[in-house]
């Protein structure tokens, strides 16, 4: 399995017969690194988690045709837009070019993506995170940190063997919670932070924190991990 950091929370993953990209931003082009013709003869899809612009670049829709489309019911394309698309809901699971979808419910907007292929299960948490903000008041944190417990309960007792989770250094100390919370909980093989607005030291700063090679070391946009 080749997984491939774009930007953001962008990754594309190479399966034996699957290339997944989720939640492509390229930021105006910046950080336009996909190329279809790279993966002949592979089923290329895109999710897409909500409708936020850094999750959701309209790029994608240029490919329309080539690829097939995994998107948050509440990112709706236009009528008569001609590309493959499933829209998918919070707490589903759906089949689609032979791949099981999961989905939950993100405590911000849209979902979050479990997906089995190639004997393979990925995570991609979208903006599903622990947003414990310093300074916002109590209520606010503890029904953040309510939802986001509840939601990873849903994948106790799955394997996760790569799992892409927010690190936003923008919530200070509180920044790895989220990863603290899923591997006590879950676990993971690996796990690449994301999220992070370019501060790539939210990486060494987790494998410093705790978790060792467990967190993939993204130094640059673009950069390719192969397991």
């Not at 907007?109 to 903000?133: P, R």
């Not at 996760?160 to 909980?185: G, N």
């Not at 093989?189 to 370019?198: I, R």
Request: charged share 25%; hydrophobic share 35%; glycine share 6%.
């Amino acid at each position: 399995m080749n997984v491939i950091y774009l930007n953001h929370s962008g990754f594309l993953v190479e399966t034996e017969n699957k290339v997944l990209v989720f939640d492509y931003y390229s930021q105006g082009g910046r950080f336009d690194f996909f190329d279809p013709k790279h993966y002949t003869g592979k089923d290329i899809i895109f999710f897409v988690s909500h409708n936020h612009n850094d999750h959701f670049d309209t790029r994608i829709l240029d490919w329309a045709g080539t690829v097939s489309y995994v998107i948050s019911d509440e990112t709706r394309f236009s009528s008569d837009f001609k590309g493959e698309v499933l829209y998918v809901s919070p707490h589903e699971a759906y089949q689609f070019r032979g791949m099981e979808v999961e989905t939950l419910l993100s405590n911000d907007e849209g979902v979050a993506f479990v997906v089995e292929v190639d004997g393979k299960t990925i995570y991609h948490a979208g903006d599903l995170n622990w947003w414990h903000w310093n300074g916002e008041s109590k209520e606010f944190n503890d029904e953040i940190a309510k939802s986001y417990q509840e939601e990873i309960q849903q994948l106790k007792g799955r394997s996760i063997d790569v799992a892409f989770i927010p690190a936003d250094l923008r919530l200070e100390d509180k920044y790895s919670w989220a990863t603290d919370y899923f591997m006590q909980e879950i676990g993971a093989a690996v796990v690449f932070p994301m999220h992070f607005w370019g501060r790539f030291e939210a990486c060494t700063m987790l494998q410093e924190k705790l978790y060792g090679n467990k967190i993939c070391s993204i130094t640059k946009e673009n950069q390719k991990f192969t397991f």
